[in-house]
Structure formats: structure tokens, C-alpha cells
Nanobody, 119 residues
Framework: QVNLVESGGGLVQAGGSLRLSCAAS????????MGWFRQAPGKERDLVAR????????YYADSVKGRFTISRDNNKNTVLLQMNSLKPEDTAIYYC????????????WGQGTQVTVSS
């Protein structure tokens, strides 16, 4: 079991950047794929980015490719999501997750952090 705590959300203007951080605890973090989901009001929760346990393989949703970058530091038990060129449609609650799937499932979830992009 991996426990997760997100930070770094906030309000930013369109075109700006934010970096989300996820602090993980648990002995299995370094062998667990990690990811970020987001959920906007009235919409389903979607997988935005995923990184495998080694950090060598990543996945991005088409809507964020070229703008978002996921990374991890297994020595510090952290996962980062660097978000650039933000758009109003990126507004959502962002959740860090352990062992995420594109079907919206995960083994563990953080509490979520709000990202709001103003136009």
C-alpha cells in the first residue's frame, strides 16, 4: 500500500505553468507505476499521465501531450507533474495515483489538488 499526498495546485492564467508534487510513503513505491488523473466538474476522471516504476516509460493523454511532463524520484519517493502552456480546459481536481490504469482504476489515491486556469 502506498499513501499519497499532493501539493502544488492553484490558480494560474492561461499560458502559465504549475508543478504538482506527490509525496508517497510505503515500501513498494519504487516498484510501483505512478500517475496523475484529473476530474473536472460533471466529467469523468481521466488518466492524464503515467510513469512506470523505473521512470523509463511514460504515457500521456492526447490532450496534454507536449505540454505536461511526468517524472519521479525513487530516492525521494516523489512524483512530479510539470504543466506548461495551461489552458482553461485543464481546470480540474488532479489526483496522484498508484498503479493507475486508463480505465480509471488505481490501487491508491491522493486527496486531490485543485488546478484552476483562468482565461
Amino acid at each position: 500500500q502506498v499513501n499519497l499526498v499532493e501539493s502544488g495546485g492553484g490558480l494560474v492564467q492561461a499560458g502559465g505553468s504549475l508543478r504538482l508534487s506527490c509525496a508517497a510513503s510505503g515500501r513498494t513505491f519504487s516498484i510501483t507505476d505512478m500517475g496523475w488523473f484529473r476530474q473536472a466538474p460533471g466529467k469523468e476522471r481521466d488518466l492524464v499521465a503515467r510513469i512506470d516504476w523505473s521512470g523509463r516509460s511514460t504515457y500521456y493523454a492526447d490532450s496534454v501531450k507536449g505540454r505536461f511532463t511526468i517524472s519521479r524520484d525513487n530516492n525521494k519517493n516523489t512524483v512530479l507533474l510539470q504543466m506548461n502552456s495551461l489552458k482553461p480546459e485543464d481546470t480540474a481536481i488532479y489526483y496522484c495515483a498508484a498503479a493507475p490504469t486508463t480505465q480509471g482504476l488505481a490501487d491508491s489515491w491522493g486527496q486531490g489538488t485543485q488546478v484552476t486556469v483562468s482565461s
